[in-house]
């Protein structure tokens, strides 16, 4: 298993679950909930100051298939978040397929007697504790990293302040 913080990211329209590991990547436990960002790149640049602040080493981002496998336009989103990480992160991105991991979260949620409705925002943090737990169990039972690396593009703008380096002595 390697070693170093992983930042679990749960996609949605309105809110990203974030969760974390500890550094043996042992097991994940929640974060916060980051607002969408309707235009600009808030919520991208909140998530890396998250990163930053926990000295993550890679970026796992649940993959939103249809039940069959195909994609759908909550995958189109949530591949275009995740490269906008690996475009300015620094860290691999990698995305691993979550379906059911909301479903999980919710069901979860009901059975410790809490209302789904108005716990929103703690169902995407729940969400991406379960898809990082799954991708941190997936790597330490086949010795291999989960899922596929989001490749960074050179052409990308990068976030003003995203730079992981910027400030930092050589």
């Known amino acids: 298993m390697r070693s170093g913080v992983r930042l679990g990211i749960d996609v949605g329209k309105a809110r990203v679950g974030v969760a974390r590991s500890d550094f043996h990547g042992m097991l994940a436990t929640p ?3 980051v607002a969408r960002a309707a235009s600009g ?9 998250i990163a930053a602040e926990i000295d993550t ?4 981002v649940g993959l939103p298939l249809s039940m069959s496998g ?6 189109e989103d949530a591949e275009a978040f995740a490269q906008s990480i690996a475009d300015v992160a620094g860290h691999p991105v990698r995305m691993i ?8 979260a919710q069901s979860a949620l009901h059975r410790s007697g809490k209302n789904t409705k108005n716990s929103r925002a703690v169902i995407d943090q729940v969400a991406a504790v379960i898809l990082l737990q799954q991708a941190l169990d997936v790597e330490r039972a086949s010795g291999r990293p989960p899922g596929y690396v989001v490749d960074a593009t050179q052409s990308s703008i990068k976030l003003k302040g995203a730079d992981p380096n910027e400030g930092r002595e050589s």
């Open 31 to 33: 974060v916060e909930t």
């Open 41 to 49: 790149d808030a919520d991208i640049r909140r998530i890396l100051e």
């Open 57 to 60: 080493v890679e970026f796992i």
């Open 70 to 75: 195909g994609k759908t336009a909550s995958t």
């Open 97 to 104: 397929d979550e379906r059911l991991t909301t479903v999980s």
